[in-house]
């Protein structure tokens, strides 16, 4: 049975509305009929104050609640309240969806009143709906009005209504005259006032059919800085990506301030602390302390276009002393800009992307802490935070650059070698205007030569040697070129220690498996993309990790990748059309894991049975044998590539298949298929180059005189 089929099973035994039409309500009784099952959905910010505000609907009496994920945020407390007074905590996201802006919610609590969910497909352009919400904090407001039209919004299917809607409504369920809720409301129009959107309730029921549960405990650390690494203080809402830290809403101290501490003793004076920081505005401020001792510290940051040190000698607005103002032409507004502070005995010296720009003798106090400051209601980005004896940067060589530049097929591998090549490249695209276009496309392709090389060097080697989270974050690279890589191999690294921290040392693969499960699926929340499973982010593995979930085969590499680290032999298992793991003990049959289905525990039976269904065919026993390393990444090239082609992104599907042939050079299906989409693009000597190769290396799969016939027609243009 396929997972559709399955789905609809358990959907169609879900509190949903009968084939009998109910008989209509006025606006007064749907009001009384929905009001006891409403509830106001408030989240705490870092400082325990409540700050998000919206509203939820129960589906169900034993305490699970539909809401927005926007509602409910990322990596915050919730709690709920309803109209008779009483408070909940909520216990756990029952699931979530951010794509579709779904999420369901519960509550420890019993007898509630759940509402009915209609069938959205059944709405009629016209018909009479009434909306429930807290708009503006308004609790409880009921507003009528009538469905405009059924619509595809940003790739979802949305209801437009011609309806007032404000903030708080968000979350609040969208019925119909009979009482059923149809939709759940998520948008309101920038474009005028009398008009808004509601996510389907068929859009709801697969998350209620499939839950994916993360506990409280779990879902406040999705996003948290590691305290390990930071610690915050005064306020504002400081996250954290493996590489980056961002932050956002005031801090409570004078002038909006807060600042986020390193927790790394920085070395003996003299030594220098870097990072890059990108505004959301150029009136606010953010950027690096240091010298943190007993609640003083130095600041660098810009501000205003411009770039100010500053020293604070306490908490109020009376102790601390700007100390240079300084204007600067090499502040890049609204992009990245590298602070770096060399901290002496003598004194600091701050650099602007390399550039001296402040030099000051005031030393209050010698030694302390660095990390980072953010002022006012500034949102800010922060990536490549270092601390060391030396980080200018190393120049390159730009004639180098220049020099490779030369003629009609530069060497990718040699510039590649070049680290400041994309730079030098991109700055000669800005000078020459009528070059910008063919510049910025080699400058991918830089980057991606770059990536290839590093991809064939990770996969090099004996297979038990091979870096699977290195190579597979390798894949997110190519997309994101500035995808800090080594940030999230050391994540794992943190993750796979705490998975283990209570293991005795002696402990058998049964116990380090129970315990690694606790940790991913319970601890961490991990789970199978359901809502939106062809998305290119379930196949990018920085991602998976920060979202924590993904495809079954991206699922599985983490998971390997964990259990190898404490010790157990977990290996691949490619059925078609889903992947699996198996345990490989020294001794015995071990059980096949499918980590999409939070960690089920299979026989070869099931194995076969469950990947019978998902690929529509009787499976055998060949597939069963573990996939080598080369063969994972390789399969997961295809994923992106079939979202490509489902997108018709032609650059994306061509970067994959760039990839592809990189690892499977005589892959004459890749080849055949790269060499038409260098002709789509007017690439016509790459395409050439592709057909010479197919037919030196002749197959069956293609046909040699069709080839040839294609070599003369481009000969001849």
């Known amino acids: 049975m396929s997972r559709l089929a399955i789905t609809f099973l358990i959907v169609s035994f879900l509190p949903f509305s009968s084939a009998e039409e109910p008989k209509a309500k006025t606006v007064e009784e749907l009001a009384e009929q929905v009001k006891p099952s409403l509830c106001v959905v408030t989240t705490k910010g870092r400082e325990a104050n409540r700050e998000g505000l919206g509203t939820g609907f129960v589906i169900s009496a034993d305490g699970l609640i539909a809401t927005n994920a926007h509602v409910i945020g990322e990596g915050r407390p919730i709690a709920v309240e309803f109209a008779d007074g009483r408070k909940f905590d909520v216990v756990s996201v029952h699931a979530h969806d951010q794509k579709r802006d779904l999420a369901i919610i519960k509550i420890d609590a019993k007898g509630l009143k759940p509402l009915v969910l209609g069938d959205s497909e059944k709405l009629k352009d016209g018909q009479a709906i009434v909306v429930f919400g807290n708009p503006k904090g308004l609790k409880y407001s009921v507003v009528s009005g009538v469905v405009s039209a059924t619509r595809e919004v940003e790739g979802r299917k949305m209801i437009q209504l011609a309806i007032a809607v ?15 809720v149809q939709g759940v409301i998520t948008l309101k129009s920038l474009v005028t006032e009398n008009l808004a959107f509601a996510g389907t309730v068929n859009d709801l029921k697969p998350l209620l059919a499939k839950p994916t549960p993360v506990p409280m405990d779990a879902w406040v650390t999705i996003g948290a800085i590691d305290p390990d690494e930071w610690k915050s203080e005064m306020g504002a809402r ?24 390193n927790q790394r003793k920085p070395p003996a004076v003299p030594y220098e602390v870097t990072v890059a920081v990108k505004l959301n505005d150029e009136a606010g401020a953010a950027g690096l302390i240091f010298r943190h001792a007993e609640g003083k510290h130095y600041g660098f940051y810009p501000t205003g276009g411009k770039l100010r040190l500053t020293r604070f000698d306490g908490a109020d607005v009376y102790s601390w002393k700007i100390l240079h103002d300084a204007a600067t032409p090499f502040y890049k507004q609204g992009d990245w800009n590298t602070l770096r502070v060399r901290v002496e005995k003598t004194g600091n010296k701050c650099y602007l992307n390399d550039q001296l720009v402040i030099e000051s003798d005031d030393v209050g106090w010698v030694d302390g802490q660095v990390g980072l400051a953010k002022f006012r209601d500034t949102k800010a980005e922060f990536k490549n935070f270092r601390v060391g004896v030396n980080l200018a940067a190393t120049p390159g060589d730009a004639k180098a650059v220049l020099k490779l530049l030369e003629g009609s097929s530069p060497d990718l591998s040699k510039l590649a070698k070049e680290t400041n090549s994309t730079d030098v490249i991109r700055s000669r695209a800005a000078e020459l205007e009528k070059q910008v276009a063919k510049l910025k496309e080699l400058a991918s392709r830089v980057h991606q030569q770059r990536v290839f090389d590093e991809l064939i060097k990770t996969l090099a080697g004996a297979e038990e040697k091979i870096d699977l989270i290195h190579a597979a974050l390798l894949l997110a690279k190519l997309d994101n070129e500035e995808l800090d890589v080594q940030a999230y191999r050391d994540d794992v690294e943190r993750m796979a220690k705490k998975a283990a921290a209570d293991l005795p040392k002696d402990a058998k693969d049964e116990a380090k498996l129970k315990a690694l499960n606790a940790f991913f699926f319970e601890k961490r929340g991990y789970h199978g993309s359901r809502g939106d499973y062809y998305n290119r982010s379930n196949s990018y593995l920085n991602e998976v990790i920060d979202d924590r979930e993904g495809l079954p085969i991206t699922l599985c590499v983490l998971y390997m990748d964990l259990a190898r680290r404490m010790g157990v032999s977990v290996v691949g298992i490619g059925l078609p059309g889903h992947f699996v793991s198996r345990h490989m003990p020294k001794e015995g049959e071990g059980k096949f894991i499918d980590v999409y289905d939070r960690g089920e525990q299979l026989t070869a039976e099931q194995a076969k049975k469950k990947a019978s269904e998902y690929a529509g065919r009787a499976i055998g026993d060949e597939f069963l044998k573990p996939v080598v390393k080369r063969a994972i990444i390789t399969r997961m090239l295809h994923n992106l590539l079939r979202v490509a082609q489902g997108e018709k992104d032609v650059d994306a599907g061509l970067r994959y298949l760039n990839a592809l042939l990189t690892l499977q050079p005589d892959d004459a299906e890749n080849r055949v298929m790269r060499a038409g989409i260098y002709l789509s693009k007017g690439m016509k000597a790459d395409a050439l180059k592709d057909v010479d190769f197919l037919i030196e290396h002749p197959t069956d799969s293609v046909d040699i005189r069709e080839l040839r016939r294609l070599k003369k027609q481009l000969e001849d243009q």
Do not use: K
């Not at 404000?166 to 059923?180: A, C, I, K």
């Open 166 to 180: 404000e903030p708080g409504n968000s979350g609040g369920p969208l019925v119909d005259m009979q009482g059923r």
């Open 238 to 261: 400081w996250t954290q990506r493996a590489g980056r830290v961002r932050v956002e809403s005031a801090g409570t101290g004078f002038g909006g301030r807060s600042i986020c501490i």
